[in-house]
C-alpha cells in the first residue's frame, strides 16, 4: 500500500489506516477476538496506522492494540492515541500533571515505554491556543514518555490554530464526502507546515458504506442511536452531523457515480485519500473481511468527474446547513 510521511514525526503510515474506536464501545459489543482479527487482516493488508484514544471503551481499545503488537513483535506499526476526555472538558484540566497521569496510562495499555503520537481529544476550543499546553507536550517529548504530538479537532478553526505552533505534527479532523470544509484552508495549511492530516469519519459513521436504510436500527449502546443529536458528544461525530435521511439520499447519488470496481465504502475512501494534502485515512471496521476491504479502497483509481460528483452533493445536499458549523 502507497505510504506517506505523517508530517513532523518523520513515520510513513499507510494511506489507509484503522480507526479503533469501535475495538473499546460506543458501537455496540465488542468481541476480543474479533478484535484481534480486525488488527491482523488491516496488517496483512498493508496497514501500518492504528488510530485509537484512552476513553474508547476505557482503555479497551488501547489494550487490544496492545495485545496485538506484544503477539507479533517486529512489526513496524505507528500508533496513535489521544487524551484529555477522561476529565470534565474545561481548559484548566489541561495541566502536565494531567498529561502525565494519562500518558503513563496509555503506554502500560499498549504496553510501550514511549508512545508514536499522543493527541489532544477534541479540548475545549481555548486550549488549542493555550501556549503552556503545547509546553506541557513538550516537556513530554524531552522526558521520553511520548516521540510527537498532535491534535483532534471538531472544527477548522480549532485545526488552524493547533498549525500555528511549531510542535504540532498531525491533526485529525472530520473529511468526507459529507464534510468538505477542511479543503478550503486547513488542509493547505497544514501542507504548508508539515503538518500531517489524519482523516477520521470517512464513511460518517457509516453513511457512506450504502448499507443503511430508513428501517435500519442501531443498538442502544451504539452512539448513532444515542448521539444523534449530540446528546452525549459532538454530533458531528455522527454521521458527520447530517440528518440521516437527508444523508440516504445523498447517499443514494453517491452511489451513482462510484467508480466501477469499488464499492460505495472503498470509493468514499479513495477520495478523501486523494485529497491533496490528507496523510492518512482511518475507516473503522467490525470484521476482519471489513477491515481487509477498507484497506482496498488505497487501490481505487479517482477521477476528476467523481470528484466533481462529490463537490456537487455537498453543495446540493450539505454546504448550506454543515459549512458554517465545522
Request: overall charge negative; hydrophobic content about 40%.
Amino acid at each position: 500500500m502507497e505510504q506517506r510521511i505523517l508530517g513532523k514525526t518523520g513515520r510513513n503510515v499507510s494511506i489507509v489506516g484503522l480507526g479503533t474506536w469501535q475495538l473499546g464501545a460506543d458501537w455496540g459489543n465488542v468481541d476480543p477476538a474479533q478484535a484481534q482479527a480486525i488488527l491482523a487482516a488491516s496488517v496483512e493488508a498493508g496497514v501500518n496506522f492504528f488510530d485509537t484514544a484512552d476513553v474508547y471503551g476505557d482503555g479497551k481499545s488501547e489494550q487490544a492494540i496492545g495485545k496485538f503488537l506484544a503477539d507479533n513483535p517486529g512489526l513496524d506499526i505507528t500508533v496513535a492515541t489521544k487524551m484529555g476526555r477522561r476529565v470534565d472538558q474545561k481548559p484548566e484540566h489541561y495541566t502536565l500533571a494531567n498529561f502525565r497521569q494519562w500518558v503513563d496510562r496509555s503506554r502500560k495499555n499498549l504496553g510501550t515505554d514511549t508512545l508514536d503520537l499522543v493527541q489532544l481529544h477534541c479540548p475545549p476550543t481555548p486550549v488549542y491556543s493555550n501556549a503552556e499546553v503545547y509546553d506541557a507536550l513538550d516537556t513530554l517529548v524531552s522526558e521520553g514518555a511520548i516521540r510527537n504530538y498532535g491534535v483532534s479537532v471538531e472544527r477548522t478553526d480549532e485545526a488552524l490554530e493547533a498549525i500555528r505552533h511549531k510542535g504540532t505534527a498531525s491533526v485529525q479532523i472530520i473529511l468526507n464526502a459529507f464534510r468538505l470544509k477542511p479543503l478550503d484552508e486547513v488542509l493547505p495549511a497544514a501542507k504548508a507546515a508539515n503538518v500531517g492530516i489524519i482523516a477520521r469519519v470517512p464513511l460518517a459513521s457509516g453513511l457512506l458504506s450504502g448499507k443503511y436504510t430508513k428501517e435500519t436500527t442501531f443498538a442502544e449502546n451504539d452512539h448513532r442511536n444515542y448521539n444523534r443529536n449530540g446528546d452525549s458528544f459532538d454530533v458531528g461525530e455522527t454521521f458527520s452531523g447530517v440528518d440521516y435521511e437527508l444523508g440516504l439520499k445523498a447517499v443514494a447519488e453517491f452511489e451513482q457515480i462510484v467508480p466501477e470496481g469499488a464499492s460505495t465504502a472503498q470509493a468514499a475512501i479513495a477520495w478523501i485519500a486523494a485529497q491533496d494534502g490528507v496523510t492518512t485515512v482511518i475507516p473503522g471496521a467490525r470484521n476482519g473481511e471489513q477491515a481487509a476491504a477498507n484497506a482496498a479502497a488505497a487501490s481505487v483509481s479517482v477521477s476528476e468527474e467523481f470528484d466533481g460528483g462529490v463537490r456537487w452533493i455537498y453543495d446540493h445536499y450539505f454546504r448550506e446547513a454543515i459549512h458554517p458549523r465545522w
